[in-house]
């Protein structure tokens, strides 16, 4: 099945600096990754996602780049401000599973004032 | 928030009591998944559901049942609860299969003694 890895467990910014988490996966057929942003005690919510057709996509002061060839994707954060403080969790579809979701374990990411 | 609710919200229980959690959705979506989330795990699959009535397994099946009579519930059984199985559970619900975005439910907190 597929194995998706996330590094780093743990990010500390300072406001307004760049933040990126990077997620590996081992299925080459994962044509989905969405990333998540889960506060304390909340939900996780969808926060930007990328098909396998696309190598780059914006939101605002979001990114998400993917590169196929070496099977890994990242989340950019620009100009960070504390209400980025949450735990981010990537996913990768899993062609073997009928195409559900795997998640890497999560970046507690902080971003001091 | 996407239509979906959780019950009980947090619930306390003996080991080896059976325990059903409950999702309900107010978006017609067709699919349905049950996840757990523990520290340094993200979120696991449990068992989710393509239809009514139809059902398939997830990463981590074993000791959990699950059941979809009508397209808004999808019911979460334990069916004796272990310590093992201290957790918070999220239902997520999206209109297509996996590789399409996925909007979780609040969240329930269970605890086995």
């Known amino acids: 099945g597929e194995n998706v890895e996330q590094h780093p467990s743990t990010l500390s910014v300072q406001e307004g600096d760049s933040a990126v988490i990077k997620c590996t996966y081992s299925d080459s057929a994962s044509n989905y990754f969405p990333w998540y942003k889960q506060e304390l005690g909340k939900r996780p919510q969808l926060i930007i996602d990328i098909r396998s057709n696309v190598g780059e996509k914006k939101d605002q002061r979001i990114a998400v780049t993917l590169n196929k060839t070496a099977k890994h994707f990242s989340l950019h954060i620009t100009e960070t401000q504390p209400e980025d403080s949450a735990v981010y969790f990537c996913?990768?579809?899993?062609?073997?599973?009928?195409?559900?979701?795997?998640f890497g374990g999560g970046t507690r990411l902080m971003v001091k004032p | 928030d996407a239509g979906i609710t959780q019950s009980p919200r947090h619930k306390v229980t003996e080991t080896g009591t059976p325990v059903t959690l409950r999702c309900h959705q107010t978006?017609?979506?067709?699919?349905m998944y049950w996840y757990r989330q523990d520290p340094g795990h993200g979120l696991r699959l449990i068992h989710y559901s393509y239809g009514v009535k139809d059902t398939d397994k997830g990463e981590v099946s074993d000791g959990y049942s699950v059941s979809r009579s009508k397209t808004e519930d999808f019911l979460l059984t334990l069916e004796s609860a272990t310590s093992s199985q201290t957790s918070v559970y999220f239902c997520?619900?999206?209109?297509?299969?996996?590789?399409?975005?996925?909007?979780f439910g609040p969240g329930t907190r269970l605890t086995v003694t």
């Open positions: 996913a990768a579809t899993d062609n073997n599973a009928g195409n559900m979701l795997t």
């Open positions: 978006e017609n979506h067709r699919y």
């Open positions: 997520a619900i999206s209109a297509t299969g996996g590789s399409y975005e996925q909007y």
